[in-house]
């Protein structure tokens, strides 16, 4: 069983930055297959940064030189740093897990970034 545990969404402005976190627990074996995605109202979830099966970064193209992702493997827990926040940035987001080819979800964390 993994149960991934989100925090650290909520409301800044543009600009702005944010951080959040993924608590991993269960038998998730390692970090990599691991990374976020967000869902804007009426829009399908989609990728945001996430570590490979190899441990590699991936980032989409709209948050490249914004975002970061990182882990601490001591902690068991990914991050995603969000500097230059835009309003289109808007959408919940949500730690991912693949493990055996069973994708695992957090609760997923608001984040809006309005003026």
């Known amino acids: 069983q993994v149960r991934l545990v989100e925090s650290g969404g909520g409301l800044v402005q543009p600009g702005g930055s944010l951080r959040l976190s993924c608590a991993a627990s269960?038998?998730?074996?390692?970090?990599?297959?691991m990374g976020w995605y967000r869902q804007a109202p009426g829009k399908q979830r989609e990728l945001v940064a996430t570590?490979?099966?190899?441990?590699?970064?991936s980032y989409a193209d709209s948050v490249k030189g914004r975002f970061t992702i990182s882990r601490d493997n001591a902690k068991n827990t990914v991050y995603l740093q969000m500097n230059s926040l835009k309003p289109e940035d808007t959408a919940v987001y949500y730690c991912?897990?693949?493990?055996?080819?069973?994708?695992?979800w957090g609760q997923g964390s608001q984040v809006t970034v309005s003026s």
């Open positions: 991912n897990k693949v493990l055996y080819g069973v994708d695992y």
């Open positions: 269960g038998s998730i074996f390692s970090l990599n297959a």
């Open positions: 570590f490979t099966r190899t441990g590699s970064t």
